[in-house]
């Protein structure tokens, strides 16, 4: 339903789609209707939170493609989605906006069944390229020649191999393809590597530019030399290029025409640009400059990491507003994490950190303030970051490879071929475990216990709260820990607001008995045993004597505990945070047909099917696992075995 909350400017109130932009509005005009689409986005993101600072940064750009293309027919492919807001607004869905990233609400990154505008559903990085040369060819098989195919990526997306995979292949098809490169020197954090160093020398080539806009504008004078007149100004430029910019033909190398680079915040030169590069064929690249925020001061000039995702603000002052808590609050996972592993390297002259471009995301950062020559930020390069983890474990570093669990997928052959064959002592920390909240599907991190648990070397665990985070991370760095070792957590706040407790090393391979019980065993993995326990307890009240295991590891699992368990208890609930198909409760199945067994297992936890967006409590209870569905459960088991007892005394 439409909030009158939000209410659209004198232009863009007119505009439903994007054929409403072309029809009704001059070049001239589309200056003011970025400024109202960006005035749109603030009033909206500063009320209901969602990423900020990317869509604000190609305001200009996103009004500049759907006037000069015909979407949806053409078609526009965006990498990530962070910076998609104004397109989900200048198509169709304004009015709805304010429900972007709620449950049951828009999505906060394109996705093809939300709408035809959104060509192909993204979250990860570095897809944009690919997809849209797939579109390209399958549409010139069609004989669509017409047709156009626009890949929007950032300068942090263009670093993943992905990216240089799809413009190789893209150089060879010579199909109907622009990229759009939006340079804003940001991810979420700075971006990092050589390829920054490379746009900026292209960025900052005063000579290089003035003699490529000159060359550019020749085109438009030579017409009078006939067919060969755009060959003849290519060799020129190209010469050109090759003496004035040592490495400027890094793109035209793997055969894309390159322009640029422009101010990506003038939006009639862009679109003048945009109208010539529409004419001409084959493989192209318009390099676009933006700056993250643009157009609300406080973002512009604040830390656009800050800004990236700020929550909830006052709109007039730039203030971040932000509850605070009368009594101390348990600390982020990912935050027990970054202050744990600079204490750990304090005493161990070995242990170095890694991560993808998350060095703020997983708290590395603190690392890197602290020993900057000892954590790297590999860029958006899953791949890379886990066999450079590998390379250094071979020279005898114990390297803590921190990398959100869904996009650990992106790097799933490197711990099979790099790591787990080779049996290095790679450390897996695994942020974003479990359901992911608001960012959705392409973010739960449901599939890591049924993939890493299946591959030979591993050690795979997860803590139920930040004293065994900190105890696992210790034992994973012991010199007598040789086995590489995964270790899960969730995105969100643990449950200790005293949460620095000393080091404890763990046995590999030992759960624990958290709660004694008479009717049933509730055995949890990870964080969401602390919903088990709560249940437990709960249970109580209700009649049923609940015990609760906290097994600790999934790999290798603790068979002495599991003896306990189905030696005493008929009924056993398993409970995780994670995809049901081959996970954790699969795991204790296998360990009761292996051993001869025959309780009744009941495994809850996500379930065999894509999960949308939501808070993490309302995705917990969506699937079927927060404390009142174990408790459900567990009274649904005790009370049929009851009523079986019941019948076979009666007979």
Same mark, same amino acid.
């Given at each position: 339903?439409?909030?009158?909350?939000?209410?659209?400017?004198?232009?863009?109130?007119?505009?439903?789609?994007?054929?409403?932009?072309?029809?009704?509005?001059?070049?001239?005009?589309?200056?003011?209707?970025?400024?109202?689409?960006?005035?749109?986005?603030?009033?909206?993101?500063?009320?209901?939170?969602?990423?900020?600072?990317?869509?604000?940064?190609?305001?200009?750009?996103?009004?500049?493609?759907?006037?000069?293309?015909?979407?949806?027919?053409?078609?526009?492919?965006?990498?990530?989605?962070? #910076?998609?807001?104004?397109?989900?607004?200048?198509?169709?869905?304004?009015?709805?906006?304010?429900?972007?990233?709620?449950?049951?609400?828009?999505?906060?990154?394109?996705?093809?069944?939300?709408?035809?505008?959104?060509?192909?559903?993204?979250?990860?990085?570095?897809?944009?390229?690919?997809?849209?040369?797939?579109?390209?060819?399958?549409?010139?098989?069609?004989?669509?020649?017409?047709?156009?195919?626009?890949?929007?990526?950032?300068?942090?997306?263009?670093?993943?191999?992905?990216?240089?995979?799809?413009?190789?292949?893209?150089?060879?098809?010579?199909?109907?393809?622009?990229?759009?490169?939006?340079?804003?020197?940001?991810?979420?954090?700075?971006?990092?590597?050589?390829?920054?160093?490379?746009?900026?020398?292209?960025?900052?080539?005063?000579?290089?530019?003035?003699?490529?806009?000159?060359?550019?504008?020749?085109?438009?004078?030579?017409?009078?030399?006939?067919?060969?007149?755009?060959?003849?100004?290519?060799?020129?430029?190209?010469?050109?290029?090759?003496?004035?910019?040592?490495?400027?033909? @890094?793109?035209?190398? @793997?055969?894309?025409?390159?322009?640029?680079?422009?101010?990506?915040?003038?939006?009639?030169?862009?679109?003048?640009?945009?109208?010539?590069?529409?004419?001409?064929?084959?493989?192209?690249?318009?390099?676009?400059?933006?700056?993250?925020?643009?157009?609300?001061?406080?973002?512009?000039?604040?830390?656009?990491?800050?800004?990236?995702?700020?929550?909830?603000?006052?709109?007039?002052?730039?203030?971040?507003?932000?509850?605070?808590?009368?009594?101390?609050?348990?600390?982020?996972?990912?935050?027990?994490?970054?202050?744990?592993?600079?204490?750990?390297?304090?005493?161990?002259?070995?242990?170095?950190?890694?991560?993808?471009?998350?060095?703020?995301?997983?708290?590395?950062?603190?690392?890197?303030?602290?020993?900057?020559?000892?954590?790297?930020?590999?860029?958006?390069?899953?791949?890379?970051?886990?066999?450079?983890?590998?390379?250094?474990?071979?020279?005898?570093?114990?390297?803590?490879?921190?990398?959100?669990?869904?996009?650990?997928?992106?790097?799933?052959?490197?711990?099979?071929?790099?790591?787990?064959?080779?049996?290095?002592?790679?450390?897996?920390?695994?942020?974003?475990?479990?359901?992911?909240?608001?960012?959705?599907?392409?973010?739960?991190?449901?599939?890591?216990?049924?993939?890493?648990?299946?591959?030979?070397?591993?050690?795979?665990?997860?803590?139920?709260?930040?004293?065994?985070?900190?105890?696992?991370?210790?034992?994973?760095?012991?010199?007598?820990?040789?086995?590489?070792?995964?270790?899960?957590?969730?995105?969100? #706040?643990?449950?200790?607001?005293?949460?620095?407790?000393?080091?404890?090393?763990?046995?590999?391979?030992?759960?624990?008995?958290?709660?004694?019980?008479?009717?049933?065993?509730?055995?949890?993995?990870?964080?969401?045993?602390?919903?088990?326990?709560?249940?437990?307890?709960?249970?109580?009240?209700?009649?049923?004597?609940?015990?609760?295991?906290? @097994?600790?590891?999934?790999?290798?699992?603790?068979?002495?505990?599991?003896?306990?368990?189905?030696?005493?208890?008929?009924?056993?609930?398993?409970?995780?945070?994670?995809?049901?198909?081959?996970?954790?409760?699969?795991?204790?199945?296998?360990?009761?047909?292996?051993?001869?067994?025959?309780?009744?297992?009941?495994?809850?936890?996500?379930?065999?099917?894509?999960?949308?967006?939501?808070? #993490?409590? #309302?995705?917990?209870?969506?699937?079927?696992?927060?404390?009142?569905?174990?408790?459900?459960?567990?009274?649904?088991?005790?009370?049929?075995?009851?009523?079986?007892?019941?019948?076979?005394?009666?007979?």
């Amino acid at each position: 339903m439409p909030d009158p909350t939000f209410k659209a400017g004198e232009y863009l109130s007119q505009i439903t789609y994007p054929k409403d932009l072309r029809e009704k509005f001059s070049t001239e005009q589309l200056p003011q209707v970025c400024d109202e689409l960006r005035d749109f986005i603030i009033d909206v993101v500063s009320q209901k939170g969602g990423h900020f600072g990317a869509s604000l940064g190609v305001v200009e750009m996103t009004v500049a493609l759907h006037y000069v293309f015909d979407t949806p027919y053409d078609q526009l492919v965006w990498d990530v989605g962070h #910076q998609a807001y104004g397109h989900k607004i200048l198509t169709g869905r304004r009015e709805v906006f304010h429900t972007n990233r709620k449950y049951k609400g828009l999505s906060g990154f394109p996705k093809i069944k939300e709408s035809e505008y959104d060509t192909f559903g993204v979250g990860h990085s570095s897809t944009s390229i690919s997809a849209a040369l797939g579109m390209a060819v399958a549409n010139r098989s069609r004989g669509q020649l017409d047709r156009h195919h626009v890949a929007v990526i950032g300068d942090g997306a263009m670093t993943a191999g992905l990216a240089f995979e799809g413009l190789n292949h893209a150089g060879v098809e010579n199909s109907n393809l622009l990229v759009v490169l939006n340079d804003n020197c940001m991810s979420i954090d700075p971006n990092v590597g050589a390829l920054k160093e490379y746009l900026t020398d292209i960025t900052t080539s005063h000579t290089y530019n003035r003699v490529k806009d000159e060359v550019w504008h020749l085109l438009g004078k030579m017409s009078r030399f006939g067919p060969n007149a755009r060959e003849i100004v290519q060799k020129v430029e190209n010469s050109i290029k090759s003496s004035l910019l040592q490495h400027s033909n @890094l793109f035209e190398s @793997l055969n894309f025409r390159y322009f640029g680079p422009i101010d990506g915040h003038d939006v009639v030169h862009m679109a003048k640009v945009m109208e010539d590069l529409r004419d001409i064929p084959g493989p192209k690249i318009l390099h676009c400059i933006t700056k993250k925020g643009k157009g609300y001061k406080p973002a512009e000039e604040g830390s656009a990491t800050k800004w990236h995702a700020p929550g909830i603000f006052n709109k007039d002052t730039g203030e971040i507003i932000k509850v605070t808590p009368k009594s101390p609050q348990p600390p982020k996972y990912q935050d027990v994490f970054g202050h744990t592993i600079v204490e750990l390297a304090e005493k161990n002259e070995k242990i170095v950190g890694v991560t993808p471009a998350m060095p703020s995301g997983s708290s590395l950062n603190i690392m890197m303030e602290a020993m900057p020559d000892r954590a790297f930020d590999v860029g958006i390069a899953e791949q890379h970051a886990v066999t450079f983890s590998a390379g250094l474990a071979t020279q005898g570093m114990r390297p803590f490879c921190n990398i959100y669990s869904s996009f650990m997928q992106r790097a799933y052959d490197q711990v099979v071929h790099d790591v787990a064959i080779q049996e290095l002592p790679v450390i897996f920390c695994l942020d974003r475990a479990g359901v992911a909240g608001a960012d959705g599907p392409t973010h739960h991190g449901a599939y890591d216990i049924a993939y890493m648990r299946c591959v030979p070397n591993l050690v795979v665990s997860a803590p139920m709260n930040e004293e065994e985070l900190r105890n696992l991370m210790y034992t994973s760095q012991l010199e007598e820990t040789s086995e590489p070792f995964v270790i899960r957590y969730p995105r969100g #706040q643990g449950v200790m607001p005293e949460w620095k407790t000393p080091f404890r090393k763990v046995k590999i391979g030992t759960g624990r008995r958290v709660k004694s019980g008479d009717d049933l065993a509730i055995l949890s993995i990870g964080h969401i045993g602390n919903e088990a326990l709560a249940a437990a307890e709960e249970l109580d009240k209700d009649g049923v004597s609940a015990a609760h295991y906290d @097994l600790r590891f999934v790999k290798p699992l603790d068979e002495v505990l599991l003896h306990e368990v189905f030696g005493k208890f008929n009924h056993v609930i398993t409970v995780e945070d994670g995809c049901i198909q081959g996970g954790f409760g699969s795991a204790v199945l296998e360990f009761m047909s292996d051993h001869g067994y025959a309780s009744q297992v009941v495994r809850l936890g996500i379930p065999d099917r894509v999960v949308e967006h939501g808070s #993490q409590p #309302q995705l917990y209870a969506e699937c079927g696992y927060d404390k009142e569905a174990i408790k459900a459960e567990a009274i649904r088991l005790t009370s049929a075995s009851h009523r079986s007892k019941s019948n076979i005394s009666a007979s």
